[in-house]
């Protein structure tokens, strides 16, 4: 399908229409760098389709809604359909839930969660691409109930959500091997600081907020918090916070901010698309 796609693209498409928006250092079997065009360029003749395709169940089906060099990371780094599908739902207690997806990619996770639950779904995420990609998914196919904002997770405040979704969001500073491109900027005192950042701030949140972590060590969670169900032999975890936050908390807290690096949108595994 995405061949004929491909096909009818350059058949049927102007120049002027055919823009290239830049370009990808992939790695999933990709050693080379791969075009990237954008929604709209593509829009006349792969609406139809791409409806069909937000709804579908199995990744090698949904991930053709995207462009080629974002669909070939999907393996290695956004979230399978049917964990987005349970995932969602995990978090999503009532119509209007509030969900924050950090370190959102082309925004996989928010819009399955949109399109199947009542929820309002918030991604984060550094990659300036990969936000214009979830932006333009969202504003082409008219997906109610997502925003997509381009920024650091130390700009965003914590207090406007009612739940939380983490996918190893900081990982590739600390594993060399999953870098997906030379856009941001990377370094293992990152991963730390990233991780202890939002910890904290989950420490902070009101009793009974939820978080799901897939895979990875859930560094973030802290200990206040209690696993209440798991999914995908364990790989998927719905936390909820059982305890109030220890006193160092605020403190740890107040050190944080008096002491932490000014780092700029594009830096670190946590710039917002």
């Known amino acids: ?30 050693s080379a760098p791969m075009p990237f065009h954008s929604f709209k360029a593509l ?32 393996t290695c780094h956004w979230s399978p359909v049917n964990v987005c599908r349970m995932a969602a739902q ?17 925004g996989k996770f928010c819009v399955i969660g949109a399109t199947t639950t009542q929820g309002h779904f918030t991604g984060v995420e550094q990659r300036k ?36 979704y983490i996918f190893n969001p900081f990982q590739e500073n ?10 941001v900027e990377l370094e293992p005192q990152l991963y730390t600081d990233y991780t202890a950042h939002v910890q904290q701030q989950l420490m902070r949140m009101p009793m009974t907020t939820r978080v799901v972590s897939y895979c990875g060590d859930d560094g973030e969670i802290p200990a206040c918090y ?5 999914a995908f032999t364990g790989k998927l975890k ?15 807290q107040s050190y944080s901010k008096e002491n932490s690096r ?4 594009g830096v670190g595994p946590f710039a917002l698309a």
Not at 43 to 69: N, V
Not at 238 to 250: D, F, G
């Open 129 to 164: 691409r990969l936000v214009k990609t979830a932006c333009e998914l969202v504003e082409c196919h008219q997906i109610p109930r997502v925003e997509i904002r381009h920024g650091n997770i130390t700009q965003i405040n914590f207090r406007e959500f009612d739940a939380f």
């Open 262 to 265: 000014d780092i700029p949108v």
């Open 43 to 74: 829009k006349k003749i792969t609406s139809r389709t791409d409806s069909a395709l937000l709804h579908a169940f199995k990744d090698d089906e949904f991930d053709q809604i995207y462009p080629a060099s974002v669909s070939a990371l999907s």
């Open 238 to 252: 719905l936390w909820v916070k059982k305890h109030p936050a220890p006193a160092y908390a605020s403190a740890a």
């Open 90 to 106: 995990f978090l999503v207690t009532d119509p209007g839930t509030r969900v924050l997806d950090i370190g959102c990619g082309p």
């Open 226 to 230: 209690a696993c209440e169900k798991t």
């Open 1 to 30: 399908m995405l061949e004929k796609i491909t096909a009818a693209f350059n058949l049927l498409i102007d120049n002027e229409l055919r823009t290239t928006c830049g370009t990808w250092h992939l790695k999933c079997n990709i």
């Open 174 to 183: 600390i594993m060399p091997a999953l870098r997906i491109d030379y856009d």
